[in-house]
C-alpha cells in the first residue's frame, strides 16, 4: 500500500469511480484493461487517470494496461476498501438511521458498530442489530473498541458539539453530514457531505439545461 498523503484529494475521489467501472466489466471479457478505456468509458482525460493509476499501481504494462483483477486489489487496498474499520454514528434520527441500515458499507472499509442519541426513547433500541446508546457513553465505548471514525447525523446546531466530544474520544476522522462548516485540530480529517450544494449544483445544471432546450425550440419555430 503507498503513501495516501503522496495524492491529490482529487484523486482520491476519482478512484472509487475507476473501481466500479472495474468492477463492471466480464471477468471472462476483460482480463487487460488500459487507462485510456477507463477515461474514454467514464469522459475523462486519459492522461489524468494514468497519473491517477500510476498512483495507486506500478503494474500497467506497455500496450496492455493493467491486469483488472490486479487493478482492483491495487485500489482496494490504497482505499483500506480490503481492511474494515469500525465507526459509530453520533444522531439516530431518519438518516442516521438509514446509514445503520445500509449493510453495503463493508464492501468499502467500514464497518458501523454502534450509534449515539439524546432522545431517550430511542436509546437502548436497536436499529439492525446496532445498538443505541446514551452520548455519555461515548468516550468509554470509542477508547475501549479503538474507535477512530465518527459519523455526524445531528441537526446543524448540535454539530460542533458532537464534533468535538468525537475528537475529545480519541476519533481521527469525522464524516459530517450536517450542514454546517466544524472546526478541528490540524490532525482531525472532516469529510464533509453537503447535500444543499450538491442540490444547488444539481438545480443549476437542470435551469441551464431548460434554457437551452427552450432556446432550441424557439430556434426550430423561427425556421418553419
Not at 482529487?10 to 472509487?16: E, S, V
Not at 434520527?93 to 438509514?98: P, T, V, W, Y
Not at 463493508?106 to 452520548?135: M, Q, R
Request: proline share 4%; aromatic share 6%.
Amino acid at each position: 500500500m503507498m503513501n495516501p498523503k503522496a495524492i491529490s484529494k482529487q484523486t482520491l475521489l476519482r478512484l472509487p469511480s475507476y473501481l466500479s467501472y472495474l468492477k463492471s466489466l466480464p471477468k471472462d471479457e476483460c482480463e487487460y484493461v488500459s487507462a485510456t478505456t477507463i477515461a474514454v468509458a467514464l469522459g475523462l482525460n486519459d492522461v489524468q487517470v494514468r497519473k491517477d493509476l500510476a498512483c495507486v499501481s506500478k503494474k500497467g504494462r506497455p500496450k496492455l494496461g493493467y491486469v483488472a483483477e490486479e487493478l482492483i486489489r491495487d485500489i482496494e487496498s490504497f482505499l483500506g476498501y480490503d481492511a474494515l474499520n469500525d465507526a459509530i454514528i453520533v444522531g439516530s434520527g431518519r438518516l442516521g438511521g438509514a446509514l445503520l441500515s445500509y449493510d453495503g458499507f463493508k464492501e468499502y472499509g467500514l464497518n458501523i458498530v454502534a450509534a449515539f442519541d439524546v432522545d431517550e426513547s430511542i436509546v437502548g433500541t436497536e436499529i439492525c442489530g446496532k445498538k443505541i446508546f446514551p452520548l455519555n457513553k461515548m468516550k468509554e465505548l470509542c477508547q475501549r473498541m479503538k474507535i477512530r471514525i465518527g459519523i455526524i447525523t445531528v441537526p446543524a446546531h448540535s454539530a460542533q458539539k458532537v464534533c468535538d466530544m468525537l475528537v475529545e474520544s480519541g476519533i481521527n476522522a469525522i464524516w459530517n453530514f450536517a450542514p454546517v462548516h466544524l472546526k478541528v485540530p490540524d490532525n482531525i480529517l472532516v469529510q464533509q457531505e453537503n447535500m444543499a450544494a450538491s442540490l444547488a449544483v444539481l438545480s443549476a445544471h437542470l435551469a441551464e439545461a431548460i434554457k437551452k432546450n427552450e432556446i432550441g425550440k424557439g430556434d426550430e419555430e423561427n425556421d418553419k
